[in-house]
């Protein structure tokens, strides 16, 4: 059994039928990513993941249990990490501050595969280091979006859900983000990446997901997507191609 296996998943916003039976299998210590155009359901997938968009069918299964119906608190307890889009620090807490917040949920998990410290995350994303006694709301984007991502790391997860982290970011940010994105990976955690920056996720993954219409149309290896010329014609001109 996979480490996380969504089966026949169906999500919606409000009346809106998002995703149509969507299926995927994603292997412990692997990085993943969801590729597609606006609107395909890449987002969806991850939010339906971490259990903030009603799923109305199908399963969920995380470490041999279905977190279909559970809150999104409670996933996380189980060790799934989220990063939104939005990033959505908290503005009138340092950068400190926001990372004592996420390690609180280690209260309720006794097994972590790597316990992430403070003295960690000061290693690994330096600028955050300088830092430390500045506010969310006073960063930048791109230092938003490392304080986010350390905050998830702060509760140890198993799994970690990156929803577009390249969104809004300067070129030399997006490479220094594959970078810690690749360390986070060697630590043995593993990832499932929405990202619309193709040629970033094609470049840290190993594996991904052709999504369209809210339902996986093709997957691989990297190697594989890569070499198809209809996928990357899909994934390049953002047109629906019968792939």
Partial sequence: MAFLEVNNLHAFYGDSHIL????????KGSLVCL????????????????????????????????????????????????????REVFPSLTVRENLEVGARILQNKAEVNYRWTIEDIW?????????????????????QQMLTIARSLMTCPDLILLDEPCEGLAPVLVKDLAKRISKIR??????????????FAMSISDYGYIIDKGATKDEGPISDLRSNKDIQKYLVAGKVLDI
């Fill in 123 to 143: 290693e690994s994303f330096p600028i955050l280091n300088n830092l430390r006694n500045r506010k969310g709301g006073y960063l930048s984007g791109g230092e």
């Fill in 186 to 199: 060697e630590s043995g955690c593993t990832i499932l990446m929405a990202e619309q920056n193709v040629k």
């Fill in 20 to 27: 149509f039976g969507l299926t995927m299998n994603i292997e």
């Fill in 35 to 86: 590729l597609g155009r606006n609107g395909a359901g890449k987002s969806t997938t991850v939010r339906s993941i971490i259990g903030l968009t009603p799923r109305r069918h199908g399963s969920i299964i995380f470490k041999n249990q279905d977190v279909i119906g559970m809150a999104p608190y409670e996933i996380a307890r189980l060790g799934i990490g989220y990063v939104p889009e939005e």
